[in-house]
């Protein structure tokens, strides 16, 4: 079966969810990045049973990831995580085999091996309840790192990792053209990032690993994240 590792899940509302549900059903075995402020709730809900209702699987069977792995996809090396983000109590109980996306794709190369399917289902903009015209430099800029360039630095660490053949994928908004009051604090802007990376990604990973790099512009769900902006 195919290998899929999905960045982005921390619970059952959202895109990520859905989609290793819907592999799942493909036969696809999912392992999960999860951000790691919020790894301890997920792994805690999860062995509580609070999924199991939408862990069932239509063959009677329920969704199991195979490894989950701490993850913050705003940092791509250890020499990079600033010192306060370090000795920050989640991030110290991550463990010691890492969180930053070098590191993760590391991981899951041991643990997991070559994957066919990588999945970027994750996004955050600190300031993205303000007008653009009143978002500061740091939330524009943060903005873009953790939907933007994480993606770009999933394909550059995953990448010599996948199969031929395999495919990445992530989620964007139409918000990256046209106006939509609302989505805020650079957020559109990273997902005009986002999409045009989208296009150089599969010229150059297309060519280097012989994979397709996707994204789908999604339509609203109540996830976590949309919930957080009102939409
Ligand atoms: P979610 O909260 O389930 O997923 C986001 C995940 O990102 C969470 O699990 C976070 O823990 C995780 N995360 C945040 N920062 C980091 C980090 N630094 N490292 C690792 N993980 C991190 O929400 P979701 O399912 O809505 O989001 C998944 C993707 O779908 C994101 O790229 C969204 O931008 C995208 N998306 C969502 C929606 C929506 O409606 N939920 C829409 C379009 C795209 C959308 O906003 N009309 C109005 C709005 C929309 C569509 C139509």
Do not use: C
Request: charged share 20%; glycine share 12%; hydrophobic share 40%.
């Amino acid at each position: 079966g195919k290998k899929a590792f999905i960045a982005g899940v921390a619970d059952d509302q959202g895109f990520g969810w859905a989609i290793a549900k819907a592999l799942a059903e493909a036969g696809a075995e999912i392992s999960l990045g999860v951000w790691v402020p919020a790894l301890k709730i997920f792994e805690g809900s999860y062995t509580k049973g609070k999924f199991d209702k939408s862990r069932q699987l239509s063959n009677g069977g329920l969704l199991e990831f195979t490894h989950i792995f701490p993850m913050d996809a705003v940092y791509d090396t250890p020499e990079g995580v600033p010192e306060d983000v370090k000795s920050n109590k989640r991030y110290a109980a991550a463990g010691d085999k890492g969180f930053t996306v070098s590191e993760v794709a590391r991981n899951v190369e041991s643990e997991v091996g070559k994957i066919d399917l990588l999945v970027h289902s994750l996004a955050n903009g600190p300031e993205v309840t303000k007008p653009l015209l009143e978002t500061s430099r740091h939330g524009y800029l943060a903005a873009l790192s953790a939907s933007a360039y994480s993606n770009v630095s999933m394909l550059q660490h995953f990448g010599p990792l996948m199969n031929e053949n395999g495919a990445s994928i992530s989620l964007t908004y139409l918000a990256s053209e046209r106006i939509i009051p609302g989505y805020g604090g650079g957020m559109s802007s990273a997902k005009a990032a986002l999409e045009s990376d989208t296009r150089v990604l599969a010229y150059e990973a297309g060519r280097k690993h012989k994979i397709r790099v996707n994204a789908i512009s999604a339509g609203p769900l109540g996830s976590r994240a949309a919930k957080a902006i009102g939409f």
